[in-house]
């Protein structure tokens, strides 16, 4: 049966979410939590959670799912080593490198891939059970046929968001927050500036979206496989994580659920299931007066949903009341027994105990994780037990079938020693130059200069007859879900006309690169912002990789000083905010627009600042207006072992390069991206 995930921002969450009846529950770490501005858990707390949770047999996920630099790495081993000794039931990881610390540390650790892994077609989700991942937590921008693919044909289990805020974003590529604010949300900090005001002709609010709710096709989902739902809020109240349970629950069991009562809890202009149903029309939305007025409400209400523990167990109990012997009380449930011993039961003064008598003693459970299933006694004539004893005898059968309980869910990991990672002592020489275009002229302009050493260029712009396949790296659609056997068979056509090289966006990407024999060119979008993260990309396949945007200048140095395998930056170009499925142009599907004279090309900020759109068939671009230079930092830039112009609307691409080979300043208005400033 597929388990119900709440997310514990808290104590009172989590006992909100274990009394209504969730299967499991996810929560943060102190340090390494998708959601540091939730309360989180110190170790104390989390053993005190874990406790509470394995009892009533409720497993507890532990996230450590942000992505971490070289200097976090000490604090992160012992993170991890608290929690594997705390009994977590598993991590939820983004960073391959923290996913490969944890399987040298903790073995025997179940691993879960975060959604903001971006996994989002079969090819990713099959890699990430070899690479010994046993669950995968799949896009809140699938839809239901999609999710169903995945989950038939897979080996491991999946994951499915069922109700909570909805990011505009493919999960784990938005780079919004940290570009225009400096709290990267994929480290945990996510300033939500997609519920900024960006307008579109007259239209507001264009990248903001309802919260997501398909808690009403459970049972669809269910039937389909999926292991596990999963509530979004950590940030949100007890009463919010009790209703959203209870929902669900109710789907499970037959029952009809109460969406009215949890679109007053909260929402951003009632629910969409867009995604899951493939309609992109009617997604938009914010948090209105209206949503705010019809909380207290509906929270007071939500709270006499967990005053009380959640029934977990049937148990068993039979008693033996003989004559001349002590009383004998035997408790079973969850595969676990207790026996408990009383006193010798006396001879009736008055009126003695019966069958019956004992029987409706020993069957009071309330406010207990029990309920009574078969209760039986068997009963010697003419005697008597006080019904204090019986009570006492019931309450210690009941503690000892707990503390085996908690026993049984406890997991003894063993812990071993991490290895010590080899570092690359060679200098590194002059860094190559290569470049990524979007257009056809571009492309024309580039394969006339030598300097490139490599040219990235999407794969609908190649053929048979391009120049120079073998400078040329194919850079495929970064959305997957609904193209994935498209993709494959195209890049299997380029590689019969002699093409070698293709850009990995992905786990997914990896997957059908190295499958076809190809070259695997890591993208940004892999998100490498450590050196345990790179190795590990490199015993997978990886030749060589771009470094994420969000470290800065020397973090990326260091990275790229200590590895064997080419490494990278973005060294000029407009930088991506985020890639969506749905576009906030057309307010529906993307439609690859980019060329019509109709689509305005880009959304528009508060202060009147033009944000490129490029829009293909599957997925819309938003670009930071201000282009990224760093022509004039060349003490900086020839560290490593190659740079990428990533050109989008340039119709000179030679100027450019030439700034860079001579050194030359920018003019006007620009920006260093992240490289001096860093992130939160």
């Known amino acids: 049966m597929s388990e119900i995930l709440a997310p514990c921002g808290g104590m009172d969450s989590l006992i909100a979410a274990v009394n209504s009846g969730a299967d499991a529950v996810y929560l943060g770490e102190e340090n390494f939590s998708a959601r540091k501005n939730a309360s989180n858990f110190s170790n104390e707390q989390l053993c005190e959670a874990i406790k509470l949770c394995h009892y009533s047999s409720v497993k507890v996920y532990v996230t450590l799912n942000t992505l971490v630099f070289d200097k976090e790495i000490p604090t992160l081993k ?20 923290v996913a490969r610390i944890v399987k040298e540390l903790v073995p025997d650790m179940p691993l879960h891939a975060s959604t903001q892994m971006t996994v989002n077609s ?51 590529q938005c780079y919004m927050s940290s570009v225009l604010g400096g709290r990267s949300g994929n480290r945990g900090l996510c300033a939500q500036p997609c519920r900024l005001n960006f307008t579109s002709d007259k239209r507001q609010n264009v990248i903001s979206l309802k919260d997501l709710s398909v808690i009403e096709y459970l049972k669809k989902l269910e039937e389909a496989g999926v292991s596990s739902f999963k509530i979004e809020g950590r ?15 109710m789907v499970l069991d037959g029952g009809v659920p109460d969406l009215e009562s949890l679109k007053c809890v909260f929402s951003r202009s009632g629910f969409t299931s867009g995604y899951f149903n493939d309609n992109f029309a009617d997604m938009q939305g914010v948090r209105t007066k209206e949503d705010v007025i019809s909380a207290p409400k509906a929270l007071t209400a939500m709270k006499q949903l967990y005053h009380k523990p959640y029934v977990r167990y049937n148990v068993n109990i039979s008693a033996e009341i003989k004559a001349d012997k002590p009383v004998l009380i035997r408790a079973e449930a969850c595969g676990c027994k207790a026996v408990i011993i009383g006193n010798e039961s006396e001879k009736a003064i008055n009126k003695a105990i019966d069958e019956e008598y004992v029987v409706k003693q020993l069957s009071k459970l309330g406010g207990t994780l029990f309920s009574a299933g078969k209760i039986t006694a068997a009963v010697d004539e003419g005697l008597m037990v006080p019904a204090s004893e019986l009570n006492e005898l019931r309450r210690k059968a009941i503690a000892s079938l707990s503390e085996k309980i908690l026993e049984k869910n406890t997991n003894n990991y063993e812990i071993k020693r991490l290895k010590e990672q080899k570092q690359n002592s060679e200098k590194k020489l002059r860094p190559e130059f290569r470049c990524e275009v979007s257009t056809k002229e571009q492309l024309t302009q580039v394969l006339s200069e030598d300097e490139y050493s490599y040219i990235y260029v999407p794969m609908n712009l190649l053929d048979e007859n391009t120049e120079d396949k073998f400078r040329i790296v194919i850079v495929p659609p970064v959305f997957l879900g609904d193209c994935e056997e498209r993709v494959k068979a195209t890049l299997k056509k380029l590689r019969a006309f002699g093409y070698e090289n293709v850009c990995a966006h992905t786990l997914s990407h990896i997957e059908i690169i190295n499958k076809l024999h190809m070259k695997v060119f890591g993208s940004f979008r892999l998100n490498i912002t450590n050196s345990c993260s790179l190795t590990y990309y490199e015993q997978i396949g990886v030749a060589d990789a771009v470094l994420s945007p969000e470290l800065t200048m020397q973090d990326a140095q260091d990275i790229c000083k200590g590895s064997f395998i080419r490494t990278g930056i973005i060294g000029y170009g407009k930088l991506p905010l985020m890639i969506t499925r749905r576009c906030p142009i057309n307010n529906n599907k993307p439609c690859g627009r980019t060329k019509k004279k109709d689509c305005p090309h880009s959304i528009t900020d508060r202060q009147g600042n033009m944000m490129p759109c490029y829009c293909d068939d599957n997925a819309v671009e938003i670009f930071n207006p201000d282009t990224l230079y760093l022509s004039d930092r060349q003490k900086d830039i020839q560290k490593f072992d190659f740079i990428l112009l990533k050109f989008t609307d340039e119709t000179d691409t030679n100027a450019v390069l030439d700034m860079y080979l001579n050194d030359v300043k920018p003019d006007g208005k620009l920006t260093r991206g992240l490289y001096y400033r860093g992130v939160q």
């Open 122 to 172: 079969p090819e990713g989700a099959r890699l990430l059970k070899r690479l010994g991942f046993s669950r995968v937590v799949l896009g809140r921008e699938l839809s239901f046929e999609q999710i169903k693919t995945i989950t038939e044909g897979c080996d491991i289990e999946t994951e499915v968001f069922v109700h909570g805020a909805l990011c505009v974003c493919i999960s784990g």
């Open 78 to 97: 012992k993170a991890i080593i608290s929690c594997a000794k705390a009994d977590v039931d598993g991590f939820i990881v983004q960073d391959l490198g």
């Open 235 to 249: 940030m949100k109240r007890p009463e919010y994580v009790a209703g959203t349970v209870n929902a669900c629950r």
